[in-house]
């Protein structure tokens, strides 16, 4: 009989040896993986855990954040143990470009909606370019500045709604109220009209409805700390062990019951809507095409929701507070004031604030004179880049629409570099539209009514962060 003490060393002395060999893989990873990016310069703690970059983010500064650390290390920098942020307005082309070979990371996959557990695929999120092409090509034309134009009494007449709430509760009274909260329920409706064939109520509510709009608010303030480390969200989103129902995305299922309202119609019923909205040719293009995949319907629509509320109403509160509080821009600048002061809108603050991630491919990539290798996370804030002083001048910061106003060199220079709506082939498809809006409803409300801005900052209005 084998002796009970030395059966317990030799448990313990193999117990040790793992531990001793997991340890020695971890040093040896860690390694490997800090040396392959020593030569890239960025603070210290972020080389080895992208813990680091997940506090940023849940910080809620982030986009501030990158922009300083390009202040202080310059335009390449390290953020992370196989991460490089990058603002050098050049290698936009390089990395998102429509020739680009990189692949979107792991990044993506956190921001993926949900409904009953399972994910939908989206056309913006996904990773995978061949799913990516057959979800955009059907419905691409549906946002040409053509097709839009067909939108325009929609969205007259909608902006005619706005404006009589806005007289009866408020014009000739006095009180002052957040004119941007009241931008972002124009905008939803909005996307109502053009998707639905109908407003959706928040005008008329003055307010949320279904919580859409706290919802959509919420699922990225808990989903973007988790896409600095996926891992952590397929511990919670691909856990059997959670419930459905603590995965649930109400805004996918707020567009899936409008979706089934317009199934369930008669035909008599269909025929009184406006056969060239979104969701009708949503639905003819799923019908026409039986490839597609089953949420493809689910997909469009929910995106058209998601991006566009949000989107718009951040780009036309960032031109009006900048406006109002800049009135000298307005006054000498009103031939050309709304294209000038919509790029500068949307360079000075981007509605994402967040790095759009991709993977290096095995070309390789050199960007500044640094060669960074094949499988590395890169991406570029758009904030950050739009901040870069060597393209748009010594006062980035500063509100200057002027800078647009400038050689037909320069200015095409300058709008290549924005990646407000993303770049090249994966940009948004929704870009025109939210455009489209800015234009008509801030020149309107301007001509209108007599505004002026009581906020002190931005911030003030709850658009940074």
């Keep these: 009989m084998r002796n009970p003490v030395n059966v317990l060393a030799t448990y313990q002395v193999l117990a040790q040896s793992l531990i001793g060999v997991a340890v020695g893989i971890f040093i040896l990873k860690t390694a ?16 080895f855990t992208n813990f680091v970059r997940r506090l940023w983010v849940t910080a809620g500064d982030l986009h501030q954040k990158h922009a300083d650390l390009h202040k202080k290390y310059g335009t390449v920098v390290r953020v992370g143990p196989n991460a490089v942020l990058i603002s050098q307005p050049a290698a936009i082309d390089k990395i998102y470009g429509f020739k680009a070979k990189f692949i979107k990371s792991e990044f993506y996959d ?13 056309v913006f999120a996904t990773r995978d370019e061949d799913l990516h092409r057959r979800m955009r090509r059907p419905v691409a034309n549906l946002y040409s500045v053509a097709n839009l134009l067909t939108f325009e009494p929609l969205l007259v007449s909608t902006i005619e709604y706005f404006f009589s709430r806005l007289d009866e509760l408020f014009t000739d009274k006095p009180v ?68 459905v129902s603590a995965k649930r995305n109400p805004l996918a299922e707020f567009g899936a019951a ?16 406006n056969q060239k909205d979104f969701l009708s040719n949503f639905i003819k293009e799923a019908q026409k095409d039986p490839s597609l995949p ?15 509320g949000d989107t718009t109403s951040i780009m036309a509160s960032t031109c009006l507070y900048h406006l109002l509080k800049n009135p000298s821009t307005l006054a000498t600048l009103r031939k050309e004031i709304d294209e000038a002061a919509k790029e500068e809108a949307s360079r000075l603050h981007p509605p994402i604030g967040f790095p759009l991630e991709l993977i290096v491919p095995e070309t390789g990539l050199v960007v500044d004179g640094y060669a960074i290798p094949p499988g590395t996370r890169v991406s570029m804030n758009p904030w950050a880049v739009h901040r870069e002083p060597g393209l748009f001048g010594d006062d980035p910061d500063v509100w200057r629409p002027e800078r647009w106003l400038c050689g037909e060199k320069q200015k095409k220079a300058m709008y290549n570099a924005l990646l407000t709506f993303g770049a090249g082939h994966r940009s948004c498809l929704g870009k025109n539209l939210s455009y489209f809006e800015v234009y008509k409803v801030i020149p309107s409300m301007l001509q209108r009514y007599d505004v002026s801005c009581h906020c002190t900052k931005l911030d003030a209005l709850g658009l940074a962060g």
């Design 32 to 47: 490997q993986v800090y040396l392959q990016l020593r030569h890239i310069p960025g603070p210290l703690p972020a080389a």
């Design 294 to 308: 089953q949420l493809a319907l689910q997909t469009w629509t929910n995106s058209n929701i998601q991006a566009g």
């Design 176 to 243: 002052s109220f957040n004119l941007c909260d009241w931008l972002q329920l124009f905008t939803f409706d909005v996307m109502g009209e053009v998707t639905f064939s109908k407003r959706l109520g928040f005008l008329e509510r003055g307010g949320d409805i279904e919580d859409v709009m706290e919802n959509n608010w919420n699922f990225f303030k808990a989903v973007a700390p988790n896409t600095q480390m996926p891992w952590l969200d397929y511990l919670w989103k691909d856990n059997p062990l959670v419930p």
């Design 258 to 273: 409008r979706i089934q309202e317009r199934l369930d119609l008669t035909e008599g019923e269909r025929d009184k809507i």
């Design 110 to 122: 956190s921001i993926l909606p949900r409904m009953k557990g399972a994910k939908i695929p989206d």
